[in-house]
């Protein structure tokens, strides 16, 4: 076992784990965060996607001991504290882009970590930003969208 300690939404946590344990199962199963999801396992689909002192990363392909010391942000931390839906979280509900809802924590962090590199994207560059998240629903429409959207509350909030 190793004794790691994690900034997690803000919150510092210890957690014992072993040495092959993944970020995805650290999350769920040991500090109880099960809004990231695990589909794949092979970090194709993008449903386990965190951020990782900001960056997305699929946390299927990350272990526990390798983010010891940095700070992870899940589905759970996007909402401010009181918890008002970050923009990013407003646009995916106004625009409808989610149906079943089991890609959408991963295309939230990942739609997160875009804006702030990219605050006014292009089609394409929404696209080429949502590409490694796969949506077994909603055709994609909604979700490109839903990118938009959360860029324009952003400009309309600076």
């Not at 993008?46 to 272990?63: A, H, K, Q």
């Not at 959360?150 to 309309?156: R, V, Y």
Request: charged share 20%; aromatic share 4%; glycine share 12%.
């Amino acid at each position: 076992m190793h004794e790691i300690t994690l900034t997690v939404n803000g919150v510092v946590q210890q957690v014992a784990v072993p040495g092959r344990r993944l970020l995805s199962d650290c999350l769920r199963h040991d500090l109880g965060l099960t809004g990231t999801h695990v589909g794949c396992e092979h970090g194709v689909c993008g449903c386990c996607t965190v951020l990782l002192d900001g960056e997305p990363v699929r946390s299927c392909l990350v272990f526990a001991v390798g983010a010891d010391g940095h700070e992870i942000t899940t589905v759970e931390g996007l909402a401010a504290p009181d918890g008002t839906l970050s923009p990013v979280q407003r646009a995916f509900a106004e625009c409808h882009g989610l149906q079943c809802g089991f890609c959408t924590p991963g295309f939230l962090c990942t739609v997160t970590a875009l804006l702030r590199q990219n605050p006014a994207p292009t089609e394409e560059e929404v696209l080429e930003g949502v590409s490694g998240n796969l949506c077994r629903c909603t055709g994609y429409q909604n979700i490109v969208k839903s990118v938009h959207r959360a860029a324009e509350i952003m400009a309309e909030d600076r």
